[in-house]
């Protein structure tokens, strides 16, 4: 089942924080967290496993909550880079396939 | 640079043609990712192979195949083509066969007219 993410779409000045949300109604075991600039191909940002192990290689935030089953992506102090779409990929077990949600759509202004 | 490569990059066709997009992944990495991406749309899982034998479909239509070869590129066939298969195809890897970190590759824009 696709997970939800919200907001669809957000726009920011610059220096501005935002979160994205991503919510599902199925027990998790991950949450995948990619950005996508237009017309590129996404790009990892990070995953946060259940028992509140985190992977990531980027300074962004995110949290698990296992028992809304929903995962935050916390984007503070926003540059001008952070412009993209934001996607979350969902899976119940390490050897599910990800679902993908919708996107998000983050907009930054200077 | 993700280490995944893609080619064509850009491909224009008529209707009822049959097109074949080419992917190799990152070294080492054993399981390749096929995804469609309609025009500002979500990412579409279509189907995954890992170390040459099919592993999961997605919503991959009887018209589309794919394989996975010995040396572990990947080829995505799509044939009868309909306006609507219009879109970005991009093609992931990952080491292993559960859902790790998927690496993209820059992706093949399709046109069909």
């Known amino acids: 089942q696709q997970p939800v993410q919200s907001p669809q779409a957000v726009i920011l000045r610059e220096g501005e924080d935002a979160v994205i949300n991503c919510s599902s109604s199925?027990?998790?075991?991950?949450v995948h967290w990619y950005r996508q600039k237009h017309g590129e191909a996404p790009v990892f940002l990070m995953i946060?496993?259940?028992g509140g192990e985190q992977k990531g290689h980027e300074k962004i935030s995110a949290s698990f909550n296992e028992k809304k089953q929903q995962s935050s992506l916390y984007l503070t102090a926003s540059q001008l880079s952070y412009s993209g779409t934001y996607f979350c990929?969902?899976?119940?077990?390490?050897?599910?396939?990800?679902?993908w949600g919708a996107g998000t759509k983050l907009i930054i202004k200077p | 640079d993700s280490g995944v490569t893609q080619t064509p990059k850009h491909l224009i066709t008529a209707t009822g043609q049959r097109v074949t997009l080419r992917c190799s992944p990152r070294?080492?990495?054993?399981?390749v990712y096929w995804y469609q991406q309609s025009l500002d749309q979500g990412l579409q899982f279509l189907i995954q192979?890992?170390?040459?034998?099919?592993?999961a479909k997605g919503n991959i239509l009887e018209r589309f195949s794919a394989q996975q070869f010995p040396d572990l590129h990947s080829e995505l066939n799509l044939s009868s083509l309909e306006l609507g298969d219009s879109a970005l195809y991009f093609c992931?890897?990952?080491?292993?066969?559960?859902?790790?970190?998927?690496?993209f590759g820059p992706g093949t824009r399709l046109t069909v007219l």
């Open positions: 992931a890897s990952s080491p292993g066969v559960s859902a790790d970190t998927q690496y």
């Open positions: 070294s080492g990495d054993l399981s």
């Open positions: 192979y890992y170390n040459g034998e099919e592993r």
């Open positions: 199925k027990a998790l075991y991950s």
């Open positions: 946060l496993l259940k």
């Open positions: 990929g969902t899976n119940m077990d390490s050897n599910y396939q990800l679902i």
